[in-house]
């Protein structure tokens, strides 16, 4: 994991001649701190899930899109009208929350009779605990609390008592099950969350189907996921087996990606189906458990050992590291000069389509590969390019002054989404990854998560909430487009070349140039003709 955040974070565009986007060897423009201690194919999506406030009370307050929860400041000013301050260990300013012990936040979280949280501060507080303690063990402390609280242990409950909070419970656990379902994971959480569902389920009859819909409803996300883990290491598996030097098989054997998919349009639209349905199964925990340290409040050392649990973030990473590596393996492969120029001319308009669906992810990606090193020496396969629109694309994508070109195009298609009346005419936004887990990786380095008095710094948190909410929106926008089976299998399965092929296969176009060169070719020759 450290490696992957080290590679991650050391990235940004890179310049002609240059490796791969996340490679190890590429130069870091912004250095990590000496002192940090680092720690698919296309799939149905999953069913919007009716909430169950939507079905059974219409007196609870309704989940706000993810959109809706936070406002310019990073989070909800009227946030704690509707409860008083009646409980120790909690910093208010001007009406906000900013900070607090662990306990009276834990205490804040859990709804009684005349109370239930503001869906802003369970968001917050459910993505940002697990820095200072583990899912299940809060999962422990909530069910305490509402059975104790409650009195939902005592024998023979009160019944009328019961119908007052019992909604309120299983709305709160409604909250956590539907945003953090991967949590439920871990046996632990599962056998508390049952366990404090039937006893709600038991104290009355008619909340027994509510209990069936939460329990249902989460087995059916974690199977979906199950089946996407599965799916993505089949094809994993199938493209394992990088290329080594395709220029010694017969031409006829050979398949391009214009063969398969002539129309660029065309290809960025699959492009977006992938990322976009890749992105889904991204868990919002995902951003806060990549950056997990220990809790200097916390005696117990090997207390996150398991926490950092990022297999969808780290999968997406590399599924824009074999796009960049697919970009620079369609231009090499070719043996003729016009071919090759052809190839980037074609991924020129490629991109260029993808910036205008909003697929800043893939954009970048295929920039990354047509500038990596073994492409861009192709210097007389350039000279027959046209290169003005790939011009523009690399400008809106300039890195200087923190990528401003690109955070403006991003800011205004997020906020063309947001006037959208309808999810099916929301605007795609698919953010440039890497540089959205840097904005969170240096608001999470920047700012203690605890206070000298030991209070969590919950102002912190309002604004990383914020930032994990908007991509929350993001990935949840419908890819209206069609799929094209036949183009996504090539792009999710066709081998790619590796490092020393890429250079082989671009020596052997364009000749080398100098000693260095050339005394890397013959080793290249010598070492994977031997191979084969």
Not at 73 to 89: A, F, I, P, T, V
Request: include cysteine; glycine fraction near 4%.
């Amino acid at each position: 994991m450290a490696k992957f955040l080290a590679e991650l974070l050391g990235c940004t565009l890179p310049d002609k001649g240059t490796s791969s986007m996340f490679e190890s060897r590429s130069q870091s423009r912004i250095g990590l701190k000496q002192s940090t201690k680092q720690k698919t194919t296309t799939f149905s999506t999953l069913a919007n899930e009716k909430s169950l406030s939507d079905r059974k009370w219409e007196s609870m307050p309704q989940t706000a899109p993810f959109a809706a929860m936070f406002d310019s400041s990073g989070y909800n000013r009227n946030l704690y009208q509707s409860k008083e301050d009646n409980c120790g260990g909690l910093y208010y300013h001007d009406n906000n929350l900013l900070s607090g012990s662990l306990e009276a936040l834990i205490q804040h979280l859990v709804p009684n009779v005349d109370y239930y949280p503001d869906r802003t501060y369970i968001f917050t507080f459910l993505l940002s605990s697990r820095l200072f303690m583990h899912p299940y063990e809060l999962m422990a402390k909530v069910c305490h609390l509402c059975m104790e609280h409650q009195r939902l242990s005592e024998p023979g409950p009160d019944k009328s008592r019961i119908r007052k909070i019992a909604p309120k419970i299983l709305q709160l656990l409604t909250e956590w099950t539907e945003t953090f379902p991967y949590d439920f994971r871990d046996e632990r959480m599962m056998r508390n969350l049952k366990d404090l569902a039937q006893r709600i389920a038991n104290g009355d009859e008619m909340y027994r189907k509510n209990v069936q819909q939460i329990i249902q409803s989460l087995i059916r996300k974690l199977a979906s996921l199950s089946q996407y883990e599965e799916v993505l290491a089949k094809i994993n598996a199938t493209s394992t087996d990088r290329l080594t030097v395709l220029k010694i098989k017969p031409q006829s054997i050979q398949r391009d990606i214009i063969t398969v998919c002539n129309d660029p349009y065309m290809l960025a639209q699959q492009l977006t189906h992938i990322e976009l349905e890749r992105l889904n199964y991204i868990g919002p925990e995902e951003f806060v458990q990549a950056f997990v340290q220990k809790d200097p409040l916390d005696n117990d050392k090997s207390c996150y050992a398991d926490q950092k649990k990022t297999r969808n973030l780290e999968a997406y990473v590399e599924w824009f590291n074999r796009l960049s590596y697919l970009v620079a393996t369609e231009i090499c492969m070719p043996m003729k000069k016009k071919h090759r120029a052809r190839m980037i001319e074609y991924f020129i308009d490629v991109a260029r389509e993808c910036f205008n669906i909003g697929n800043f992810n893939s954009l970048m990606a295929i920039i990354s590969g047509m500038n990596m090193s073994p492409v861009s020496r192709l210097k007389k396969t350039w000279a027959k390019v046209k290169t003005a629109k790939f011009d523009i694309l690399e400008h809106q994508m300039d890195p200087s002054s923190n990528f401003y070109n690109y955070r403006t195009a991003l800011r205004g298609a997020a906020q063309r989404s947001l006037t959208a009346h309808s999810n099916r005419e929301k605007v795609i936004v698919i953010p440039f990854f890497s540089l959205l887990i840097k904005d969170i990786y240096f608001l999470n380095e920047g700012c203690a998560n605890r206070l000298p008095n030991g209070h969590v710094n919950f102002e912190k948190f309002w604004e990383l909430a914020k930032q994990v909410s908007e991509f929350m929106t993001w990935k949840q926008v419908e890819c209206p487009f069609e799929r094209d089976r036949k183009i996504l299998q090539y792009l999710l399965a066709a081998p790619v070349f590796s490092d020393d092929a890429l250079y082989m296969a671009s020596y052997e176009s364009e000749g080398p140039e100098n000693h260095i060169e050339k005394d890397r070719w013959k080793t290249l020759r010598s070492t994977l003709l031997g191979r084969v």
